[in-house]
């Protein structure tokens, strides 16, 4: 009898039969485990973080623009304009990192960056044009969105690792060093001559 029924089954149900048994317990864990992974609280969380970090990275590039032009030395000029040459690699990496956990790139609107540039702008309507003390502001409004970013690229790089993103762990640790390296240029022209040249003016 069970020889029979053997017998009976089709080739085409045998073949489904022996690739079931060949896919071994690991692969369709592992499949379940990804699929799990992209649903879960966590990963919606770090998604979120990466939109508002897209959003805020597309608003700093047009900001540094506006701090170019108002800056009053040369040095600070050049650090601005450097510093958006770095910005529009940040905002392509994190392209790559939407792309490489399988999302789309889409901005959501970052209040906190808003508020930051919103003070750089007051700063340039409050000081006067081509004064020491606009660049010695325009540091510290600098500063503060780097400090931001610092943050968020910080906490992402330690999300990608544990979520075992390694590749996007690396890009986004890539542009955290670039943001502590602007930071730390940014300290180094004010205390170098700015802050002392401010320090002057009536
Ligand atoms: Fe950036
Ligand atoms: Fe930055």
Redesign the pocket.
């Known amino acids: 009898m069970a020889t029979k029924t053997e017998n009976n089954t089709s080739p085409t149900v045998k073949k489904d039969i022996v690739e079931n048994l060949t896919q071994t317990p690991l692969q369709s864990q592992s499949k379940d485990k990804d699929q799990s992974m992209a649903e879960s609280p966590l990963h919606k969380l770090f998604v979120d973080a990466l939109k508002d970090i897209y959003y805020a990275e597309n608003a700093?590039v047009d900001a540094l623009t506006k701090m170019e032009a108002a800056a009053t030395t040369e040095e600070l000029k050049d650090a601005f304009e450097d510093?958006q040459l770095q910005?529009k690699k940040h905002v392509t990496r994190l392209e790559k990192v939407f792309k490489l956990i399988g999302e789309q790139p889409e901005k959501k609107e970052c209040k906190a960056i808003v508020g930051i540039i919103k003070e750089g702008e007051e700063i340039i309507k409050s000081t006067e044009e081509g004064s020491m003390t606009r660049d010695v502001g325009l540091i510290i409004a600098a500063q503060k969105?780097?400090h931001y970013?610092i943050a968020t690229y910080g906490g992402l790089v330690q999300l990608a690792i544990t979520m075992g993103h390694d590749k996007a762990a690396d890009l986004l640790e890539r542009t955290l060093q670039e943001?502590e390296d602007?930071d730390l240029l940014l300290t180094d022209i004010a205390e170098s001559s700015i802050n002392i040249n401010a320090e002057q003016e009536d």
């Open positions: 700093i510093h910005t969105v780097e970013e943001e602007t």
